[in-house]
């Protein structure tokens, strides 16, 4: 079973930053893709960025201000907000693909998320 951990949610100011962490553990054999995604109260979930290798996508609302990153060793991605928005404020989840054996199929995994609040 695979289990992914966000961590560094929080209440910050307009303006301000916070990153983001989430941690992959069980069994693994390699992490194909990361995702970090956000629902805001009243709203369907939205991507908000993506790495697969060392590429990188990210929503137009995000462009310039949040960055993806991974560590492929700790099995962490992580995400650096800059000037955030009250825009911003959502529940952000963590999502991967995670492959578990060799030559087996990739499974995708949510984690329970954190909350990032941003007042104006």
């Known amino acids: 079973q695979v289990q992914l951990v966000e961590s560094g949610g929080g209440l910050v100011q307009a303006g301000g930053s916070l990153k983001l962490s989430c941690a992959a553990s069980?069994?693994?054999?390699?992490?194909?893709?990361w995702g970090w995604y956000r629902q805001a109260p009243g709203k369907q979930r939205e991507l908000v960025a993506t790495?697969?290798?060392?590429?990188?996508r990210y929503a137009d609302s995000v462009k310039g201000r949040l960055t993806i990153s991974r560590d492929n060793a700790k099995k962490t991605v992580y995400l650096q907000m800059n000037s955030l928005k009250p825009e911003d404020t959502a529940v952000y989840y963590c999502?991967?693909?995670?492959?578990?054996?060799?030559?087996?199929?990739?499974?995708?995994?949510w984690g329970q998320g954190t909350q990032v609040t941003v007042s104006s």
């Open positions: 790495i697969t290798g060392g590429s990188t």
């Open positions: 999502n991967a693909d995670v492959r578990t054996g060799w030559g087996i199929r990739t499974d995708n995994y």
């Open positions: 069980g069994s693994i054999f390699s992490i194909d893709a």
